[in-house]
């Protein structure tokens, strides 16, 4: 017997679907119920969503596909200000493992949450990361593949890893 065939008789193939279809509802479509939205966000079908309640996405922002956001267990916030948008695979946490105790794994130490503000108009590239405790600033752009653990300025352009300024966006003439 073929493999294909192999693959079409296996119960297996069809129960891996409903995983699939749990975990889709699990990290987005129950989540998005729990979100603050504003008028217009738009988002990819399959952004991931953790403790929706404690996060804000202003209005007209659009998140970007395979994007991951996940505000903290108990405390971290995400704010996300009106017309952000975020390219596909951006992952903001407001909640990272401590790593200070050498002799307790680090899925054992408590979490540090901090909340993290997104200004309005701020553009995050491909597969952006953004950490707990940063603020980007409004108008800010953050390059591709950046790693951001420090406070953005606004109409700042950050990239690298971690993110540093390489330029500031020309401020509109009045």
Not at 94 to 108: C, E, K, L, P, R
Request: net charge positive; charged share 20%.
């Amino acid at each position: 017997m073929s493999g294909a065939a192999r693959s079409v008789l296996d119960l297996r193939t069809y129960l891996h679907a409903f995983r699939l279809a749990h975990f889709s509802s699990y990290s987005h479509v129950r989540q998005v119920r729990r979100l603050d939205l504003g008028k217009g966000v738009s988002m990819a079908p399959n952004v991931s969503f953790r403790n929706a309640e404690r996060i804000r996405i202003g209005a007209g922002s659009h998140i970007g596909e395979h994007s991951v956001i996940w505000a903290g267990n108990s405390t971290g916030r995400i704010d996300i200000g009106e017309k952000c948008l975020f390219a596909p695979n951006v992952t903001l946490t407001a909640s990272n493992y401590g790593i200070v105790q050498g002799d307790v794994a680090i899925m054992d130490q408590p979490k540090e949450e901090r909340d993290i503000v997104i200004g309005h108009g701020a553009w995050l590239g491909a597969n952006v990361v953004i950490l707990a405790g940063v603020t980007i600033g409004a108008g800010a752009v953050v390059a591709a593949g950046a790693v951001v653990t420090k406070d953005v300025p606004e109409h700042a352009i950050v990239g690298g890893v971690p993110a540093k300024v390489i330029g500031e966006r020309p401020k509109a003439s009045t």
